[in-house]
């Protein structure tokens, strides 16, 4: 806040003040009857007077914080952004083998979250590498940039799989493939303001209570249940044929919510929320207890794939 809009807010109540005075010394002036009770006028005034004489003035608006975790986020000044993630994986997978990944800055509001392709090999660990390098890189504070993803290339350490196995050696050798979406929430001159970017079928959700009403909500970059391509484009570790990366961005507010899923479970929650049976409330604001129950009811229903599913729920509030 600026010194002149402080000196506004002092500007209006002395000025009303001057005019009350001009007024009550006209009326004394010329009324007999006013002038014999003028000590008492005088003190109703200033008893009238004492609660705005008293108060303090109203703290300067600090910069909208923008705080990241995965646990929930100290308030700071008047508005925070939290964040925490649930990550389950497949039914059948061993060990706790889970392909998906996440990252979270906890200082420059980014997060991200990555599918690595089942079929590819080191799919984990690629995945892995493109979350840590997207909030380690910050490619959204400026105009988007995918130079981010140079990066991951050089970063990952590429598996060089069992030599007495053909087909690990291979696969290794035609390296590991991830879809990806990240999300950057930012302080601008124009207030709270969020950006996005995405490859393949990881989706993000945002989300703004509108009222009594359900929730407006733009999905990136696949907004509908039906619309999940068969085969996504991939990020390769290889950096071979690398697919375009798609940007969007929005201006936020408190109360806003965002959610970055990875397929599986963006598809679900998408057609629930088409049917008129929206689960945003449990995904946004449940514990990671009750978002592990929202999964498996999600896994019970037909149509489904057993696959790893994760989401990462960030709140402005």
């Known amino acids: 806040m600026s010194s002149g809009t402080v000196s506004r807010r002092w500007w209006a109540p002395v000025g009303v003040g001057v005019v009350l005075v001009v007024v009550f010394v006209a ?23 004492v ?53 979270v800055d906890a200082d420059a509001g980014y997060a991200a979250v990555a599918d690595g392709a089942s079929a590819s090999f080191g799919a984990a660990d690629w995945a892995r590498t493109l979350c840590e390098t997207f909030v380690a890189q910050r490619p959204l504070d400026g105009p988007a940039s995918a130079s981010w993803i140079g990066a991951a290339t050089s970063a990952f350490v590429r598996p060089t799989g069992d030599g007495a196995d053909w087909w690990s050696a291979d696969a290794a050798r035609r390296g590991a493939h991830a879809a990806f979406v990240g999300l950057a929430v930012l302080r601008a001159e124009q207030g709270l303001v969020w950006r996005a970017t995405a490859v393949g079928d990881c989706v993000l959700v945002h989300l703004r209570p509108d009222g009594d009403g359900p929730p407006i909500v ?36 408190a109360g806003d919510a965002w959610l970055l899923m990875s397929d599986e479970l963006a598809r679900w929650a998408l057609r629930r929320y088409e049917v008129g049976e929206p689960v945003w409330d449990v995904l946004v604001g449940g514990s990671a207890a009750q978002v592990r129950a929202l999964i498996g009811r999600a896994r019970s229903e037909q149509g489904v794939a057993d696959d790893d599913m994760t989401v990462v729920r960030c709140q402005a509030g």
Request: without cysteine; proline residues 11%.
């Open 27 to 49: 009326l004394v002036t010329v009324s007999a009857t006013l002038r014999q009770y003028w000590p008492f006028l005088v003190l109703s005034a200033l008893v009238a007077a």
């Open 51 to 103: 609660p705005f004489l008293l108060r303090s003035p109203a703290p300067a608006r600090r910069p909208l914080p923008v705080v990241a975790g995965t646990a929930a986020a100290e308030q700071v000044g008047e508005v925070a952004l939290r964040a925490s993630a649930v990550s389950v994986p497949k039914i059948s997978a061993t060990g706790g083998e889970n392909e998906d990944a996440y990252a």
């Open 218 to 253: 733009t999905a990136f970059p696949v907004d509908h249940s039906a619309s999940f391509p068969q085969n996504p484009v991939l990020l390769s570790s290889e950096g071979d044929g690398r697919p375009p990366v798609r940007s969007i961005d929005g201006t936020a507010a």
